[in-house]
């Protein structure tokens, strides 16, 4: 069990570029979860996987925003077009069905 | 919508005292309630959940919850508190949808310990 790996640790990048971010789950968990947290606040949920289906993704995720889990494995979530508001730190957590949730150190993104 | 209010955003106790973080929720049915902690650098690490039966929740590192339905209230506990628990906690709700691991998580409250 090598835990939640999330890469990169951080990204900086300009205004109106693309940016993607990978997790790694833990190998035997289906469900693969995405939240945000920015300076102050709690993480929000975005979204999250069941194997390789996308079963639910908040209200918060715009349509800028874009994450896959092929084959359900690992998961990517990208933003289209940055903006100066979607500087966050981005965390992944995964399970096994509703046990417990074990989450990554996150991807910090600065948009410039 | 379910919602979690956490009101002390910094506490600093001494090193040895007892310690008791607050935290009271919203949640339209009968609620599964975490406590995470989370230190610069490192992922959030479960504390402790309740899910139903004994209102008295034991989790890791000597920390405790009480589960009060009638003060919608999950507030953690730790009778002796050590320099190395400083860090942020935060106190999340969850339920029967999105797999039940889809939290609303609260603002946090961050612990300070004094040597």
């Known amino acids: 069990d090598t835990g939640v790996s999330q890469n990169p640790r951080h990204k900086i990048t300009k205004r109106g570029q693309n940016v993607t971010f990978r997790c790694d789950p833990i190998?035997?968990?289906?469900?693969l979860y995405w939240y945000r947290q920015t300076l102050g606040q709690g993480p929000e949920f975005l979204t999250y996987?069941?194997?390789?289906?996308?079963?639910?993704k908040s209200r918060l995720l715009s349509d800028r925003f874009s994450a896959e889990r092929p084959k359900g494995s690992f998961s990517t979530l990208e933003i289209q077009r940055t903006e100066q508001g979607d500087s966050a730190m981005y965390l992944c957590?995964?399970?096994?069905?509703?046990?417990?949730?074990?989450f990554g150190s996150g991807t910090q993104l600065s948009v410039l | 919508a379910q919602s979690v209010t956490q009101p002390d955003i910094h506490i600093t106790v001494s090193e040895g005292a007892s310690l008791e973080l607050r935290c009271n929720y919203s949640y339209g049915a009968t609620p599964y309630l975490f406590w995470y902690v989370q230190s610069p650098g490192q992922g959030l690490q479960l504390l402790l959940k309740?899910?139903?039966?004994?209102?008295l929740v034991q989790g890791i590192k000597g920390f405790e919850a009480e589960f009060k339905r009638s003060q919608s209230s999950f507030n953690l506990r730790k009778p002796s508190v050590h320099w190395s628990d400083a860090a942020e906690y935060f106190c999340a709700v969850g339920g029967l949808t999105g797999g039940g691991n889809k939290l609303t998580f609260g603002t946090g409250t961050q612990l300070k310990v004094e040597l």
């Open positions: 957590a995964s399970s096994w069905r509703d046990e417990k949730l074990f």
């Open positions: 190998s035997e968990h289906n469900r």
């Open positions: 996987f069941q194997n390789e289906a996308q079963l639910e």
């Open positions: 309740y899910f139903s039966g004994d209102t």
